[in-house]
């Protein structure tokens, strides 16, 4: 069966978090929003689908992921769904509620680094909310980073399988959702994540075990994986690094 | 088996969210920081809690719920730790996984709702960042809350099983966790939610009827129904509504 993903086609986004857990495990799946449109691609028919009055369980937000009859949205959700089928969930209830936890914490550090350049309104545009942006990065920088980094070294160090996974001594979507922060972070904020990395030096050795991984590497060296740019979550506006 | 729940003593904040599904199931538990010192209770001895260095996987945050030898922390991985076992979950994995991904909607919109008084940092006090909450506040009651109740109304009109239910034709605590979306609305912006609700009926609706159950009805009449105040997630500061 192949999975069909469906989020915005020009950024990475909380759909990235999806798209890694499916590259990480060679698993058969289509891009839909980046198909031609003829094949039901692009963000006109993406957004037409979060209408879908046939579908009474149409997502609130993209992403959402469709095999077969299944249809779910919410980023964390959809790596719950995937994580046991994709072999990235660790072994039994414990470790895939450990798991999740660890992905819903990811997914909190992300919601605030969005809203260092969007700290007013989603609707409005950054340079018109620059002054707050600036104010709630400097928190972020200076407290938020540290704060996050410092929580999940210590998973990471106090592992009683080692310090080389987040969950158990294998791999799980949330080392690589956790490589997907690290990598937004250092886009978006190089300095105060270089700050907070040198403190963190468990995580940033997961962020390079990951990145060498075969089938990461090739999908980050392929055109799949859209480099972070200015629309996304993760964006580099010098003025907020700090 | 008791279960235990761990957060701070003096809010309803996201703990509420736990705390409603287990009255509402009639489970036995313990609110752990709410008990006598002498009995482990307090805001520090839950802060000492969450840096127990004997404790490989402590929460990056309260709540957190302590069942037996699991720990799980994250309100919305400990409402999927519980639905099952509450009976709050619907039946079977597909409605199981519906009703986490309602969850982690109602999560954003709670998130949200905290920003507003707060959106440059947590570490600043509100009347430091007053003016950036104003602004962020307009957004959410103009479009945010719309926004989000509507999705919601949606769901509820068109489920299949009727519109008394998020999910199929029973309870589950997505169900609650709408309730207290809604109570926390109304009590933090009574005019934008009044505003939003009427177009939202069915929401409306599904709030009293959660409240007329016996079990919730009795809860909120009871001293463990902490009441709403300006210390928690959803605060009235007339300013803010609009």
Redesign the interface.
Same mark, same amino acid.
């Given at each position: 069966m192949t999975y069909q993903l469906h989020y915005w086609p020009t950024i990475q986004g909380r759909g990235e978090f999806v798209r890694l857990a499916l590259e990480a495990a060679g698993a058969d799946y289509v891009d839909v929003a980046r198909e031609p449109s003829g094949k039901g691609g692009g963000g006109a028919a993406l957004g037409r689908l979060l209408r879908d009055?046939g579908n009474?369980? +149409?997502?609130?937000a993209p992403p959402f992921l469709v095999d077969g009859d299944?249809v779910?949205?919410?980023t964390? !959700?959809i790596l719950?769904?995937l994580g046991p089928r994709l072999g990235l969930a660790g072994i039994g209830e414990?470790d895939g509620?450990?798991t999740?936890?660890l992905q819903?914490?990811i997914a909190?550090a992300v919601?605030e680094a969005h809203?260092t350049h969007h700290?007013?309104?989603?609707? +409005?545009y950054y340079e018109d909310?620059r002054e707050?942006a600036k104010?709630?990065a400097k928190?972020f920088c200076d !407290?938020r980073i540290p704060k996050?980094l410092d929580?999940f070294e210590?998973?990471l160090t106090?592992?009683?399988s080692g310090d080389l996974h987040l969950v158990g001594d294998s791999l799980t979507y949330a080392d690589l959702s956790l490589f997907q922060l690290v990598a937004g972070l250092r886009y978006a904020f190089p300095k105060a994540a270089a700050r907070a990395l040198a403190n963190a030096p468990a995580v940033a050795k997961l962020h390079a075990n990951i990145a060498r991984r075969q089938r990461v590497h090739d999908y980050l060296q392929s055109p799949r994986r859209i480099p972070f740019n200015e629309e996304g979550i993760f964006r580099h506006y010098p003025e907020l690094d700090c």
């Open positions: 009055s009474p369980r +149409a997502a609130f299944i779910v949205g919410q964390a !959700a719950l769904y414990t509620l450990w999740h936890q819903l914490t909190d919601a809203d700290p007013i309104s989603t609707n +409005a909310q707050a104010a709630r928190d !407290a996050f929580w210590r998973v106090l592992n009683p």
